[in-house]
């Protein structure tokens, strides 16, 4: 069973940090891009950041460009996001995702999400 598993959101002041981090199972996803999505209550899912299966290129959004790194660690099937200088509209529910393949268009496999509150 594939599974991804969200962790390291929270509450925190405007300004702060965060790090989040999903942990892949049940596949390798070394050979796949993978992303970061958000999605704020009445709005909808937007993607924040991915990066490539060796991590050599990477895309934000332009409203984290500048404070938010993706990253990922192959060896352990792992994706994170590091989050600075967060502000109140960062607040969202924060999901990692992966494709089936490296030819994959569509992003198939998503975690259940992890909630991120910034507050002002």
């Known amino acids: 069973q594939v599974q991804l598993v969200e962790s390291g959101g929270g509450l925190v002041q405007a300004g702060g940090s965060l790090r989040l981090a999903c942990t892949a199972s049940g596949r390798t996803f070394s050979n796949v891009k993978m992303g970061w999505f958000r999605q704020a209550p009445g709005k909808e899912r937007e993607i924040v950041a991915d990066?490539?299966?060796?991590?050599?290129?990477?895309n934000y959004v332009d409203s984290v460009k500048g404070r938010f790194t993706i990253s990922r660690d192959n060896s352990k099937n792992m994706v994170s996001l590091q989050m600075n200088s967060l502000k109140p509209e960062d607040t969202a529910v924060y999901y990692c995702a992966a494709p089936r393949g490296p030819f994959s268009r569509e992003y198939e496999y998503w975690g259940q999400g992890t909630q991120v509150t910034v507050s002002s």
């Open positions: 990066i490539s299966w060796n991590g050599a290129t990477t």
